[in-house]
């Protein structure tokens, strides 16, 4: 199979032989695509500075393996300016590709929504709702969406004034006695289904209950990019105290 001319990203790189690079890239029409980028940290090569992640890339590739070979590639537009939190939340985004979605598994509207939430990371503040609405998307074009506006057992539309219990195998259910599941107010529900995160409350439930749907699917193997940005947050403490 031979691509040319597509969009795509970097989701990671690794150093492979002498001055190759191994590289999964995030296309729009071909999903996951692992390729040899042969020659690309090489002193005189033109791809040292091509090949960065969150940059928007034009690729090419050949080859019918599972590994296919760089054929081309070049910037297609100015990257994001990705700082801090920011970066961080950028290198969650990958991670989440990377861990959830198939190679060769084309998902046209959730690359769309990647460029969206790399845009969102630019603005200063807006990484927490940036980063719900994302799983949000991601879930639903995986066939994992989840129903936010109407109760699971009844089909009754969610009330924004009520307390409701979210369970991740059938979804919103009335907070009564006995009930498990993950507590959430139903204006959360409501504003993440519409992905209108506003406010501290909506954003703090969001967070909570697709920490926990994202958990269920992605097993006991933690997220390394989570562990990172646990780590800027407990240095960025530690300094504040001096």
């Known amino acids: 199979m031979r691509a040319t001319l597509q969009p795509a990203y970097i989701l990671h790189h690794r150093p492979y032989r002498d001055t190759s690079a191994l590289l999964e890239l995030w296309t729009r029409e071909y999903g996951r695509v692992g390729v040899v980028a ?12 091509v090949l ?3 940059r928007p890339l034009l690729v090419s590739w050949a080859g019918r393996g599972e590994l296919k070979t760089l054929t081309g590639a070049e910037g297609n537009r100015a ?6 939190r920011a970066l961080l939340s950028g290198f969650y985004l990958n991670e989440l590709v990377l861990r959830m979605v198939q190679r060769q598994d084309p998902h046209p509207e959730l690359f769309d929504a990647y460029e969206m939430a790399l845009a969102a990371l630019e603005r200063p503040g807006a990484e927490e709702r940036a980063l719900r ?7 639903q074009a995986l066939g994992y969406g989840l129903v ?13 004034a009520r307390t409701y219990r979210y369970r991740i195998e059938r979804g919103v259910l009335a907070a009564e006695s006995g009930i498990d599941g993950i507590p959430i107010q139903g204006a959360s529900l409501l504003a993440l289904a519409r992905g209108d995160l506003r ?4 954003l703090a439930d969001a967070k909570r209950l697709m920490r926990a749907v994202l ?3 992605l097993g006991e193997r933690p997220l390394k990019s989570r562990e990172l940005f646990a780590a800027f947050m407990s240095k960025g403490t530690a300094r504040s105290g001096e």
């Open 148 to 160: 936010l506006d109407s109760e699971a057992d009844t089909g009754r539309p969610v009330d924004p």
């Open 215 to 217: 958990g269920f699917h």
């Open 133 to 139: 609405i994302f799983e949000r998307d991601l879930l």
């Open 52 to 54: 960065l992640p969150f």
């Open 79 to 84: 990257a994001p300016v990705l700082e801090g």
């Open 199 to 202: 406010d501290a409350e909506s």
């Open 38 to 49: 042969r020659g690309a940290r090489a002193a005189n090569s033109q791809l040292r500075g």
